[in-house]
Every structure is written in structure tokens, then in C-alpha cells.
């Protein structure tokens, strides 16, 4: 019996998310569908954790447990020829048994893509969340700040979780402007539902007016939805890594 | 009764190309439907040319003629908010009567994106043609020189075009790498049905050793598409500017 760690990329346009569904084509199924053909067991993958809709990876991580006779470099080559173009196994490795892509996770980086361009571009339509209006950068910098560090973020967090530990530790969140792009990249011990794109949203309403920067402090604390409506749409996020 | 051009950018992913077909849906299609539900006329958009499914524009140019009472601004507001978001009308302009985008066009720029990664990325599986093999870029600039200029480009033409006169002129071919990309970049006073991809397919060919330098020019001048057989896929291929 082998242990195996997935790293995987994908294109979350087509998908109705990361996790199995019965009636829908999901990441998870599709990986598990081709992974048991290939496998003949009736293998599960675990996924680091789940992503919404239309959200990107690009080194989503996943593990399993089966009888895989063939190198691991063979199997990754097998896999990839079955899954379809939008997803990707990046990487397969075999770990001790302790391992487990959700429970062993100390950390994740999400980057949240913003374009802001005069006009839609459709050829990002799907990659990045357009916003045309003029975006203060550096106010958006300053307001991160609000956000680092240790907070229960259960006001950042969308319904239909069932967490009941909401308190995490953002590290750093690095905002810069790349050509018509402003890019936000988190890093955390652990993200909350949504709590990346509602965190983004609120930053984008800092730089807009409709949340005055001296209220963060407030809003934060105040851990209550209702004071942070914005959530950024889903097709701007990409789960970029998880730290073991 | 006014004469309209439209700058027309697309991600031509989910389209059966531009052409108006009757049971597909194609770029083309889709705008004229929506300016005629806007104009209430029965207008036809005449592009400068076609795309193939799968082939994307940065700015396509395309006319037609109707009754338009409200400013162009205006109208460029109402269609994109019909519009699907990957398809955006980034200009409509005013011109004289005698304007035409296919008649007045007097050249063309096309961009042809190779990513040469390690593995196939999922985010660019439909913007670019995945070649993982290590490309020689300047072999690729050093041939690319045997096609500028006034040729018969005969032998780089796919079949299904009626097009009698086969000579054109390319007067630049720029070859780069960005990150992990090598683009080409063709500027030329016309170009036949499916004569970037068949030249881009050549050049790489040279790259890899399947075709011999010293034999492009008589693979030109045999004006056989047997010689030339490699067509680089529609997706790395971008319509990037149409000159008057």
C-alpha cells in the first residue's frame, strides 16, 4: 500500500468546484474517476481543501492510498494522458503513511488577480476579476495591514461552512501591479469560506470610498458579514500552494 | 444611413471560428444577432477576415451599415452589455462610406504563442500550443528570415480557401521569449487560409531537426504542402491588428 501526494493544477472554468458531487463534474471526481481506472480500486483523494467554482490551482494538493505497482513517474504519466487539458498532475510523490493533504497542511498562499483595464478583456474574462475603475494601490497596501496577523475572521467567512474555529493568522499579503493587473498574494496558516475573496472585496472597497480605512479596525472586529458585503468573484482566485 | 467599424476583441475557445454558419455558433453570429436585436435592422458585419475555431482576436476589425441614431459611445455601451464576456467591441468609430473591413485592409499583424514549459499548464491549454521540447529560438529567428518578403505561399496554404492569387508579402516575423513563452509575431500584407500556423509548424520543425535549414527555400519554392506538413494548433494563434 502506497501513500501519494498529488500536486495538481487546474482550470476551475468548467468545474463545478474541487469537491465530489453526485451530479456534477468536479475536480475531485473527475482526478478520482481516472485514478481508479487506472488503479482498479475504489480509491478516495483528499484534497488540501475545497475550491469554489470557476476558481484556478496552480498546485492544488491531494493524497490517496492504493496498491500502485508501477513507478510513481509512470503513474503520473498514465494519469496525465487520461485527465482532460484543464487539469494537470504537476507532480506525484510517495510519502509516509502519516501523511494527508488536508490534515498535515500548516499553511496556505492564494493570489487573487484583479484586471484593471479600460475595458474587459474576454481573453481574461475567466482569469481575473475586472474592475475599470481607478484602484488606489497603495491605500489598498495600507488597509492590508489591517488584516495580518492573528483576528477571528468569522466576519470574512461566506455561510455554509461549518467551521466553528474561526480565528486564523494571515502572515503577509503582498499586493502589487504587474502591466493592467493588480495582484494580491495571502499568505495564511489557514483561509476560511470565502474569507480571500471577501477580504479582497473589502480592499477594493477601501480604495473605492464605500469602506473608509479608520473603520477596518471596527469592521474586523465587529465579526459580523453584514459589514463586508463585498466578495470578489471567483474566477480572480488561484489556491497557488499549501505548506507542510 | 451610417457606415460603422467595430475593434473587436474574442476568445475564440467556445466558438466554430468567426464565419456566420447556420448551425454553429461563431463570432460573427453571435454580434450581428445583437445588432440587429438592437437596431431592429437586418444588418450583415463584414469582418477583414476569418478566424478558425479556437483562434483568438485581440482586435479584430469588422463594418456594416445601418440607421443609427445614438452617439457610438453610446451604441459600443448597449451591444457589449449584450454581449457574452468573451466577446468585447473595444471601438466603434464612424467612417466614410467607401470604408470596408475586409476591401480596405492592407495588411495584418498575427501573434503565435508556443509555451514551451516542462508540463502542460492547464491555465493556457486553450492560449497557447504546449511544446515541451527544448526550442532552439535562434534557429527559429535564423528561419524564420527564409519567409520574409514577397513569396508564393503556396505550400503554406491549408485547403478549403478559393483563393487564386497565393503570393504575399510578410514584412517582419519578431521571435522572443517571455518567461515561458517563445511568441511569434507576424506583420504582413495579407496571409492565406491557415498560413501562420503552417509556418509557425515549419519553423519549429527547424527547431527540432525534422526539417534541414538549408532545404526552406526549396520547401518555399516547391509551393507543396506536402513539404511542409507540421500546422501549429489554432489556439496559440491571436488576430492582433488589421492596418488601413
Known amino acids: 500500500m502506497k501513500n501519494v501526494k498529488l500536486t495538481i493544477a487546474y482550470d476551475g472554468t468548467n468545474y463545478s468546484g474541487w469537491q465530489r458531487q453526485n451530479n456534477a463534474r468536479t475536480v475531485q471526481g473527475v482526478i478520482e474517476k481516472k485514478i481508479r481506472a487506472i488503479t482498479k ?67 496556505k498562499k492564494y493570489i487573487y488577480k484583479i484586471y484593471n483595464g479600460v475595458i ?61 493587473f493588480i495582484i494580491l498574494e495571502y499568505k495564511g496558516n489557514g483561509f476560511l469560506y470565502n474569507m480571500v475573496r471577501i477580504i479582497t472585496g473589502s480592499l477594493l472597497d477601501v480604495s473605492s470610498g464605500k469602506i473608509m480605512m479608520e473603520n477596518l479596525d ?16 471567483p474566477q480572480g482566485l488561484y489556491l497557488a500552494k499549501v505548506y507542510y
Open 41 to 107: 480500486q475504489e480509491i478516495q483523494i483528499h484534497g488540501s481543501g475545497r475550491t469554489d467554482a470557476g476558481v484556478h490551482a496552480l498546485n492544488q494538493i491531494a493524497s490517496f492510498t492504493a496498491e500502485i505497482s508501477i513507478p510513481t513517474n509512470k503513474f503520473a504519466f498514465v494519469l496525465n494522458n487520461a485527465l482532460p487539458s484543464d487539469i494537470v498532475i504537476k507532480e506525484v510523490e510517495e510519502m509516509d503513511m502519516d501523511f494527508h493533504a488536508r490534515y498535515s497542511a500548516k499553511g
Open 218 to 233: 471596527y469592521i474586523i472586529k465587529s465579526k459580523d458579514r453584514r459589514n463586508a458585503r463585498h466578495k470578489a468573484p
Open 120 to 180: 474587459r478583456n474576454p481573453l481574461y474574462a475567466n482569469y481575473s476579476y475586472f474592475v475599470s475603475k481607478n484602484i488606489d494601490v497603495n491605500k489598498i497596501i495600507e488597509a492590508s495591514k489591517y488584516f495580518i496577523g492573528e483576528h477571528d475572521f468569522k466576519g470574512f467567512m461566506s455561510s455554509g461552512s461549518n467551521v466553528k474555529n474561526t480565528i486564523r493568522t494571515i502572515y503577509n499579503i503582498d499586493v502589487y501591479q504587474k502591466d493592467e
